[in-house]
């Protein structure tokens, strides 16, 4: 898994999956689609001013509620490298992990990061370097099991290597 | 050290005597659910897998209900995706619109899940039925395409929370939907995140299966995995004559280890109402009545089964909903609708001025049916009042039980139903 650099997007607690993408847009699963309404009610034209790359930063239990997979999709595509919150809700980092967008369990990061700044993080080590302050964290590693499917690229790659196995 | 009903079902289905939290495993699913919304993109994952069938065509259950009767026509598409899904792969379980209802509704009344089970479903209200002691939750669609592809999948074995409900409301109207908020509003919408929660105490008992079904339906606003109660007779009595597979009572031991303990006195507990934009922003509904409101939502897989309606109906009976207000009664099922034809509840509806609907989620995710606009306020027998849920992002939704509803219906505020009848 490659180094991800990006410039902070910064949330707040309990940032739900209606939030996300709203489920007016769940008439469709096309991913450019629903990255373009990603987060729209709080970030209004968010798709003019990420870069890709760039890297959302949230509090408490991120992703709480609907079990829509077009969360984690939306984000993807709307250009974040990854996500670092407090806590995440159960099945959205269920989800993320499956469709190989990183996430990672960062508090102490997550309460000191801001707004803007350009962030380096490590997803394997779960090491993230702000260069705006120069400061260091260490985020929560991926138990090996999560490392193996995220390495696949998601989950549905995981189980088509052992599909063609034959385990 | 004993098991909590949670792992018992779970060590069954990974063929294991014993499991304890934290632990990974692979389980074996009785039932994999999905919808109109999810079940595309499943079905979109499954073609990469690499196998043309799914596990079990009988353990397939596929179901428009979210954007149906379509709404558009991308959400046509979308239905049509899962039938001809369901007709490719000559599912047993596949149910069209005017024979299904709210899939959490349905899957229960039909007999399609039983205690015991291990359900997944790409909806996460999926955990509502631990109502009837089978451990289910909600997965993403990617989850669900691994489920229907290999049958099983791979689950972290949550810690328990135990609730102890004990007394009886003096409160004729509160109802297991008081308590879930109740206890929402307690712990947050965090609270019990990750882990199974599991109701226990006389206060559930004396729930009937409507009743418990709406509580565990809404374990996952507390960010649960599951809700669990574990059945008695009501439970059996409620299944014997729909299950369609035979069924598995568990229970917890005596000596099961819960992270937490929760007892909640409800005796003195008042009907519940969830401020925005969180269902754990709770406040009894007599610090409420100042808020008023236009429209009102009776439905929905929390409250959208028969009981519920009686309970509306009861109270809007003779009654007049207030002019300046709409109100929306969505039965959850077809069978539902019958039932509340037959025994009259759908001529109050009408006589009072609210609009009966076609089972659907409709206005509770904010698809249709009731969509609200800028400014507007609704109370909603629904489980989420997320920021925009229900509509345009600057309205509101307040989350009751089916009581209040009715009663803030009629007087077009938030209200008891004491100032109405
Ligand atoms: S009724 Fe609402 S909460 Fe229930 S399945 Fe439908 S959209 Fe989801």
Redesign the pocket.
């Known amino acids: 898994m490659q180094i991800l650099k990006g410039r902070v997007f910064k949330l707040g607690d309990d940032i739900d999956t209606d939030l996300i993408i709203a489920a007016r847009y769940l008439n469709s699963s096309e991913p450019e689609y629903l990255a373009s309404h990603c987060l729209e009610d709080l970030i209004p034209q968010l798709d003019e001013k990420v870069n890709p790359g760039d890297i959302l930063v949230a509090g408490r239990n991120f992703g709480c509620g609907?079990s829509r997979e077009h969360a984690p999709i939306a984000i993807k595509y709307a250009g974040f490298s990854c996500v670092l919150a407090e806590s995440y809700a159960r099945i959205f980092y269920r989800n993320a992990i499956n469709i190989g967008l990183p996430i990672i369990v960062a508090p102490e990061a997550c309460r000191a990061i801001k707004e803007g700044d350009k962030l380096e993080v490590d997803p394997r080590e779960g090491t993230i370097i702000n260069h705006t302050t120069s400061e260091q964290y260490k985020g929560e590693p991926f138990p090996p099991f999560i490392l193996e499917i995220l390495l696949s690229g998601g989950l549905i790659p995981h189980v088509a290597e052992k599909v063609k196995k034959g385990d | 050290m004993g098991m909590t009903i949670a792992e018992k079902i779970l060590a069954a289905h990974a063929g294991l005597s014993k499991v304890t939290p934290g632990e990974l495993i692979n389980a074996k699913l009785d039932l994999v659910l999905a919808?109109d919304i999810t079940g595309p993109l499943a079905i979109k994952e499954f073609r990469k897998i690499g196998l043309d069938l799914v596990f079990d065509k009988n353990k397939v259950v596929l179901i428009p209900?979210?954007f149906a009767p379509a709404k558009d026509i991308k959400s046509a598409e979308q239905c049509r995706d899962i039938k001809e899904f369901s007709r490719e792969q000559d599912l047993a379980h596949y149910y069209e619109v005017g024979r299904n209802g709210?899939?959490?509704c349905f899957l229960p009344e039909q007999g399609l899940v039983v205690p015991g089970d291990l359900v997944i479903g790409a909806?996460?209200?999926t955990c509502t039925y631990g109502g009837l002691g089978a451990f289910s939750t909600g997965v993403g669609s990617t989850d669900l395409a691994v489920g229907m592809a290999m049958g099983e999948i791979w689950f972290r074995v949550p810690e328990s929370i135990k609730f102890v409900l004990t007394g009886k409301p003096k409160n004729k109207w509160v109802s297991g939907k008081d308590y879930i908020l109740a206890i929402i509003g307690k712990i947050g919408v965090d609270g019990a995140q990750y882990k199974a929660m599991e109701f226990t105490g006389e206060a559930v008992t004396n729930l009937s299966v409507d009743g418990r079904l709406t509580m565990a339906n809404m374990a996952i606003e507390a960010g649960a995995k599951a809700g669990l109660i574990a059945p008695d007779d009501k439970t059996i009595e409620y299944v014997k004559d729909r299950a369609k597979k035979p069924w598995k009572v568990y229970e917890s031991d005596a000596d099961a280890k819960y992270s937490e303990v929760i007892e909640i006195d409800v005796t003195d507990l008042e009907p519940q109402v969830a401020f925005p934009h969180l269902p754990s922003n709770t406040r009894s509904v007599a610090d409420s009545t100042h808020v008023k409101i236009d429209q009102v939502v009776i439905g929905?897989?929390?409250n959208?089964r028969f009981e519920d309606l009686q309970i509306a109906a009861q109270i809007m009976k003779g009654k007049k909903v207030h002019p300046d207000l709409r109100a929306i009664v969505i039965p959850g099922t077809q069978q539902i609708y019958m039932q509340a034809v037959n025994a009259g509840l759908v001529q109050i509806f009408v006589e009072a001025g609210a609009v009966v609907s076609t089972p659907t989620?409709g206005p509770?995710?904010g698809g249709y049916m009731g969509i609200l606009a800028k400014g507007e306020r609704a109370v909603s027998t629904?489980?989420?009042n997320f920021v925009g849920r229900m509509g345009h992002p600057e309205s509101e939704v307040y989350l009751s039980n089916p009581a209040i509803a009715a009663a803030s219906a009629v007087l077009g505020r938030i209200a008891s139903p004491e100032e109405v009848l």
Request: proline share 0%; glycine share 4%; hydrophobic share 10%.
């Open positions: 609907s | 919808n209900d979210h709210i899939e959490h909806d996460s209200h929905s897989c929390t959208g989620c509770c995710l629904t489980n989420r």
